[in-house]
């Protein structure tokens, strides 16, 4: 038997240890004023058994892993209708880039990119009568937490400086991929990427792509086929373009954020979330991709 609390006092001890630790995302105000010498993990296993070591209860922005979360309750309410919208190839491109997208007229490359978070985005407005109340309570729900929330001044710090993001939805609005208002469909969007969370809380949350669909107490959100879709999403997809080097690195489904969290898991055994607010020149945490690859290195567990 594996002891995973002496493997995450390793990491950590490790990460205390590296002297290059990324970058600050400064292009969102609010995220620029993170220390950059954070850094947390939280395991939990397949019994419900939690390990942790340092900063694994400080909260983050998660950012780009609620895109995941978003994903999961779209497929919950409308099923596979989600994919005639949105495709599920890797993009190749960083997590922002919107030249594909003319290309492909305006069929987002995967929902785990900005285009395609945002048409996700877009199908939750339409069918929740309280789209950010709604999808909170969802997560809330899952987490079986009642205190994870938005962070609002993270909200507004994104809407302030997304430029970009404006940018993606006049874009799919122009080729009839968006219903509803811009504005309206990125508020909702700046919310879900300004959720507050722990490492702990990310893993009692993701707990439910490890277990078949089932939260920690048993409720069933999603099916075996909808769970096997959005593991296989987070494998490709889920480290923008660079989701080949965590797979070949790692060998886990994950998502990661540039609030510098990662989740990721290994269906059945465990899942595990990182945090270092410094990203590497692809966006995502350095510590946290060292971290996981010592994780899976240490442990010889991978789905591979």
């Known amino acids: 038997m594996i002891d995973f609390q002496s493997v995450l006092t390793a990491i950590n001890e490790a990460a205390s240890n590296e002297k290059e630790r990324g970058e600050i995302a400064d292009y969102i105000p609010e995220l620029a004023k993170v ?10 296993d397949s019994q419900q058994n939690d390990y942790a070591a340092g900063d694994s209860n400080e909260l983050f922005s998660i950012q780009s892993i609620s895109k995941v979360l978003t994903l999961s309750m779209a497929l919950s309410l409308i099923g596979e209708n989600v994919w005639e919208r949105v495709d599920v190839e890797p993009s190749g491109d960083p997590f922002n880039h919107l030249s594909l997208l003319e290309l492909e007229n305006g069929i987002p490359r995967n929902p785990l990119i900005n285009p395609g978070a945002i048409v996700i985005a877009d199908i939750l407005v339409s069918q929740l009568e309280n789209p950010k109340e709604d999808f909170l309570t969802y997560v809330k729900n899952i987490a079986n937490d009642n205190t994870i929330n938005y962070d609002e001044t993270v909200a507004l710090s994104e809407k302030k400086t997304g430029f970009r993001n404006f ?10 991929n968006l219903n509803n208002e811009v504005d309206v469909v990125l508020d909702f969007y700046f919310h879900q990427c300004s959720l507050a969370m722990n490492c702990a809380q990310l893993t009692h949350i993701f707990y439910v792509f490890m277990n078949h669909g089932k939260c920690r107490r048993n409720k069933s959100y999603l099916t075996l086929s909808q769970v096997k879709r959005i593991n296989a999403i987070m494998l490709t997809c889920g480290f923008y373009d660079e989701a080949g080097e965590f797979a070949f690195e790692v060998g886990l489904p994950g998502k990661s954020g540039v609030g510098g969290g990662i989740v990721a898991l290994l269906p059945n055994k465990f899942c595990v979330a990182t945090w270092s607010p410094g990203l590497n020149a692809k966006g995502n945490s350095k510590l946290g991709m060292l971290a996981l ?6 442990t010889e567990l991978s789905i591979f």
């Open 293 to 298: 690859e010592k994780l899976t290195t240490d």
């Open 167 to 176: 940018a993606a939805a006049n874009l799919l609005k122009s080729y009839g």
């Open 35 to 44: 220390d950059v010498n954070n850094f947390g993990i939280h395991l939990i």
